[in-house]
């Protein structure tokens, strides 16, 4: 079966530090991988969708980027952290073949800058 | 653009039925999604349904679409406390590869 793992659980930076988010899946190949934001009362905002290794589409201007090095790792990074960028963080798989367009949602990491 | 609007918050006492509304603008939405996310949790996928269909019942959950008024509902029967959370509708963005658009979200509150 498929399982999404998000690493790590929580994350308290300071303002100006780096990111670096990780999302793998096992037991699928080729999947369409997201990445979300929620901030606090809000709902979902797509930040990054991948279809492939290498092949990243940004859905909004930030200072926030994405790569998939490897096809099941889906990575989001920044150079320096603004308080904007508090949230949870939520990175989901999509099967890369045509079929139903489910996602399958990790359990999120929740970010606190300061 | 594709939009999905949901109410904010419903509240319902327990053992009565939440039915929670949606609505959606692309017409050529395959499928379309109920996600349920719990305090500090990631989204679980609770039901979908295919467009061609009016209604789905899955044991306490029954979905209905109305694709002339683009109309998407879950109903929840006998709602218990362990219910309690947010519930997202989504459609797929026809623009898109499969990406899905969520609503903001039904945060449902389940009083015992």
């Known amino acids: 079966s498929q399982t999404i793992h998000q690493w790590p659980a929580t994350l308290v930076q300071p303002v100006g530090s780096p990111l670096s988010l990780e999302c793998t899946v096992e037991?699928?190949?080729?999947?369409?991988l997201y990445w979300y934001r929620q901030a606090a009362g809000r709902g979902l905002q797509l930040l990054f969708y991948?279809?492939?290794?290498?092949?990243i589409s940004s859905e909004v201007p930030q200072n926030l980027s994405a790569s998939r090095p490897q096809d099941r790792q889906f990575i989001l990074s920044s150079k320096k952290l603004l308080l904007s960028d508090s949230g949870f963080y939520l990175c989901a798989w999509q099967p890369g073949l045509a079929g139903t367009d489910t996602q399958y949602f990790g359990p999120g990491t929740r970010l606190t800058v300061l | 653009g594709e939009d999905v609007e949901q109410s904010l918050f419903l509240s319902v006492r327990e053992g009565d039925s939440s039915v929670i509304n949606c609505t959606y603008t692309?017409?050529?939405?395959?499928?379309l999604y109920w996600y349920k996310q719990e305090p500090g949790a990631g989204l679980q996928l609770l039901t979908y349904?295919?467009?061609?269909?009016d209604m789905k019942q899955d044991q306490r959950l029954t979905v209905l679409l109305n694709k002339k008024d683009k109309h998407l509902s879950l109903r929840i029967a006998d709602t218990q406390t362990g219910d309690s959370a947010i519930y997202f509708c989504a459609e797929v963005d026809g623009g898109s590869q499969g990406n899905l658009i969520f609503g903001k979200g039904t945060k449902l509150s389940v009083k015992p």
């Open positions: 692309d017409s050529s939405s395959t499928y």
């Open positions: 037991g699928t190949s080729n999947p369409n």
């Open positions: 991948s279809v492939g290794i290498g092949q």
């Open positions: 349904i295919f467009s061609n269909m």
